[in-house]
């Protein structure tokens, strides 16, 4: 059963750069879409971004100039970094498997999301 | 973006009800739609994706249908594990969206 466990910085001042990092325990680290997705407190879920062990990357528009996900295949994890960090950057952290929708030769598409870490609480407060 | 709403945003319903869940997205999406149940403190949980196939191990209590814009949830006999938020999400196009979620609480 595969397991993902996420650690990283819990208090950030504005202007930092948010750090979190998740390890992926069992299964195959390829073909899937490894992704992270946040939750402001009380509020809903907001797709953060993606990548794959293939490098193939996609970030939501609101965050792209500021957040990077990058995948180390030879440790199973991949992380999230995101820059100029605001207090509405304030939220619960998930790390999450996506899976492949469907194949189009060597393409894929991302699907459903499962499993998900335990979420990490940042915030972010001067 | 493909914008996703949810109705209700809430309800109260009591054991062994059949509730319904419904999601609606601002276009055509196929059947690229998953829910997830969502209990306080604790990361979603997938119960559905393909709009209609149950993730393994989810309770056959649980059921999707739907295809281009409108979707359901239905909760066939509500039981107290059930009380939760439910969320819906399109896989369809990106940027990948959710719905505003649907509480479930005890009446």
């Known amino acids: 059963q595969v397991q993902l466990q996420q650690w990283g910085a819990g208090l950030l001042r504005p202007s930092e750069t948010l750090s979190l990092t998740c390890a992926v325990y069992?299964?195959?680290?390829?073909?899937?879409?490894w992704t992270w997705i946040r939750q402001p407190p009380g509020k809903g879920l907001e797709w953060v971004g993606e990548n794959t062990h293939r490098g193939r990357s996609n970030y939501s528009p609101s965050l792209k100039s500021r957040v990077t996900i990058s995948v180390d295949t030879s440790k199973n994890q991949f992380s999230l970094r995101l820059t100029s960090v605001t207090a509405a950057d304030t939220a619960v952290y998930y790390c999450?498997?996506?899976?492949?929708?469907?194949?189009?030769?060597?393409?894929?598409?991302?699907?459903?999301?499962?499993?998900w870490g335990q979420g990490t609480v940042v915030t972010v407060s001067s | 973006a493909i914008r996703m709403t949810q109705s209700p945003s809430s309800l109260s319903a009591s054991t062994g009800d059949r509730v319904v869940i419904t999601c609606r997205a601002s276009?055509?999406?196929?059947?690229?739609l998953a829910w997830y149940q969502q209990k306080p403190g604790e990361a979603p949980k997938l119960l559905i994706y393909?709009?209609?196939t149950l993730q393994s191990g989810v309770p056959e209590r649980f059921s999707g249908s739907g295809s281009g814009t409108d979707f359901t949830l239905t909760i066939s006999s509500l039981q107290s594990e059930d009380f939760a938020t439910y969320f819906c999400h399109q896989y369809y196009s990106y940027p990948l969206t959710f719905g505003p979620g649907t509480k479930v609480d005890i009446k």
């Open positions: 276009e055509f999406m196929s059947t690229y």
């Open positions: 069992g299964g195959s680290f390829n073909d899937y879409y």
């Open positions: 393909g709009a209609s």
């Open positions: 999450v498997r996506g899976a492949v929708a469907q194949w189009f030769g060597d393409l894929s598409v991302v699907g459903w999301f499962d499993p």
